[in-house]
């Protein structure tokens, strides 16, 4: 269906991360995680690419969480029986996010540790 104008788009974009949020678990343990973050940024005093590292970071793995889920629901409606390859594409989708997260682990270690530690080493 192609949308009529910009508003209905990011009315489907919203209604999209809405649902995102409203039936994945993982989404609120992201969103918690990208919270206990941007509080130690706070904490930390970051610099400004730091920041802009942090947001991307955070915003890939919400958004990774989203087409995660879009995967999901896709194979489950074209393949409402057990097939192999149905397993394969949700398991494939959920290692993309799951590559994502550990990345963001790097990202935090990177970011956050030199502080960490020099706060540490006083």
């Known amino acids: 269906m192609k949308s009529r104008n910009r508003w209905h788009s990011f009315s489907a974009a919203a209604r999209g991360a809405a649902y995102t949020l409203r039936t994945q678990?993982?989404?609120?343990?992201?969103?918690?995680?990208?919270l206990l973050a941007v509080v130690a940024g706070l904490w930390l005093r970051i610099e400004p690419l730091a920041w802009a590292v942090l947001a991307l970071?955070?915003?890939?793995?919400?958004?990774?969480?989203?087409v995660n889920s879009a995967i999901e629901a896709l194979v489950d409606l074209v393949s409402p029986d057990y097939h192999e390859l149905a397993r394969i594409a949700k398991d494939c989708a959920a290692g993309a996010l799951l590559f994502a997260v550990l990345g963001a682990l790097g990202v935090a270690?990177?970011?956050f540790g030199p502080p960490l530690a020099q706060m540490l080493s006083r």
Do not use: Q
């Open 25 to 34: 678990r993982n989404a609120w343990i992201e969103l918690a995680a990208a």
């Open 57 to 66: 970071t955070i915003g890939l793995i919400l958004a990774l969480e989203a």
């Open 109 to 111: 270690a990177a970011i």
